[in-house]
């Protein structure tokens, strides 16, 4: 919603401004234009990018549009369903969960946190790890190693789509020069016509220049910051779910484990201590 909303500034600024300063709004009207920077652009991203990243990257646009889905709510869920985990291996043993992990979908403790259950990628790695313990054939090291480097493979995954539209943006503005140029090529081809029509025609070239800047910084390159974050976010609760397992292979309790993970939220969507404490005792009821 809020790309809308800055889409929406960024036209009424550009272009009111452009008529409030006398200036008539058909004349940047200009399909042909539209048509090389956009043909060029498309084309480049193709020739640039492997179908991975292509696929990858298309899989992630759509994402931006929606709201952040990382709010304090989902971080309490998970927190809840990482303490009730904890807890039935404290009170009934580790190998009280292999149920709960083989067949999470039947699980009554997965089954009571349905934001946490209906992401795949968050239940992969909840329930990879939850395996590994239940081995018990791996320490804490081992398993914190394993973590970092499957954290560090899925920044690196999430930073594809962040550097294709990067480049994305970056490359427009050079199409619009180009288009630009072609427009100046046709003008002085047609040097024969009157000077009210070499005008016009000036002016559509410029208009290829001008899109192409516009394009590019208000419309595609604001995308890759948005992605970025995006997955910052995701890299986060991951984290949280690394930390709360970490601290209790080490010894520590259930309440103590969640308390560590909470801590490496972001403050603007981490629960506060008595938060999260109040939703664990109406959980222990």
Known sequence: MLIIIGYVVISISVFGGFALAG?????LWQPVEVLMIA???IGAFVVGNSGKAIKATLSALPSVFA???YDKALYMELLILLYSILGKVK??????IEGDVDEPQNSAIFQKHPKILNDHHIMEFIT?????MVGGNLNSMEIENLMDSELETHHQEGEVPIHTVAKLGDGLPAFGIVAAVMGVVHTMESVSLPPA???ILIAAALVGTFLGILLAYGFVSPLSGKLEHQLHESSKLLECIKITLLA??????????????????????????VELETQIKENKV
């Open 23 to 27: 200036g008539h709004l058909a004349s």
């Open 39 to 41: 043909g060029g652009a």
């Open 67 to 69: 709201g952040s889905k």
């Open 91 to 96: 009170k009934n043993g580790i190998m009280s």
């Open 128 to 132: 990879d790890y939850l395996r590994l």
């Open 248 to 273: 209790n292979l080490n010894g520590y309790s259930p309440v103590l484990a969640v308390e560590f993970g909470r801590k490496v939220l972001f403050s603007t969507e981490r629960p506060s201590f």
């Open 197 to 199: 029509e070499l005008g």
